[in-house]
């Protein structure tokens, strides 16, 4: 079977590659192509295109750049429908993925399946973008309310629990760490506009946090060389030292009693690996006034959204100062237990943890009655 795999930005370009490593283990025959970046180059995937420069912070930042990605996805369009893959895989990044499923649904363009892993909107539950996903392709989505809420509204949608759970071993409870010592994980995200954000306060931090932990051992995650560049200048500029920079959010949380972490992909993988966390979050004054108005449920990270609770600590905006950032990650430092129960919890709430060999098996099925 053909895979042609669309993803805009890091964390997508991640969970394509663990569904399509799921998909060889029960396809091995299996081709894959597409949009992604050097992870999905070494993974061995054909790329159509590099997506490195996409992402961007949030669906308002992303308008600005929709003139420049309209040309490549009108370009990607005309190439599965001349190559006709026997499913397209979708993955988040609704900016270019709707568009890119509507064009080849126009005049038949493509008639095979079209299967949609964390359609957009995942929180917000928007009738009008949910009947626009559903329309086009099937929606295979990562939490039970979501799949109710198509369903709800007479869409197709296929739910097996959440595909990361079983990427993500969770370790064994550690006792707190020394109070003048610990080993503190720092992801300060992976969009440059994240890192220039971020870095500053979570350098400042770091200082902070030494002067109550002179033992304190820091590892910062940088997604490529790019990021590492970014990095590097900051910790130059902010005159920090002693502090060591690994490549990925992995390598990163292995060793952490804690960690600093930009909301996203990487806080939930930092519950699932059972690593206390802080979350933060800064962006520009407007994009956080537009943000506010889409936040429903209270809460911004997903461990938070699906316990219901502050599980996390969600420092945003002008909350996340540098002596906020220090209070709470003190605070998971003295006892990362309650965390870590929660983060038990969370597990289960996601659903059983073959969910992502469910879902590699699922996008088989449509492949194949595709070819039919």
Known sequence: MRYFLSTGEASG??????????????DPEARFEGIGGERMAAAGVRLWRDHTGWASMGPLAALPRIPKLLPIMWRTA???AASQPDLVVLVDFGVFNV???ARLRERHAYAGPILYLFPPGTWLDNARRARAVGSLAVPLTAFAHQDAFYKGLGLPSAYFGHPLVAGYAMRAPRP??????GTIAVLPG????????HLPRLCAAIGRLRTVRPSARFAIGALDDRAEAQIRD?????????VEIVRGAAAALAEADAAWVASGTAVLEAALTGVPTVALYVIT?????HGRTM????FITLPNLVLGRAVIPELLQEAATPERLCEELERALRDPSEQYRAFGELRTALGPADALERCARFALALAQAGRR
């Open 13 to 26: 370009e991640a969970s394509a590659l663990m569904l399509a490593a799921a998909i060889r283990a029960v």
């Open 78 to 80: 005309a190439y599965i």
């Open 99 to 101: 568009r890119l499923a």
């Open 176 to 181: 707190a760490p020394p109070a003048d010592a």
């Open 190 to 197: 992976s969009r440059s506009g994240e890192l220039r954000y």
């Open 234 to 242: 900051a910790l130059r500029r902010f005159r920090v030292e002693g």
């Open 285 to 289: 004054p407007l994009l956080a006034r």
């Open 295 to 298: 936040i429903k449920h209270g």
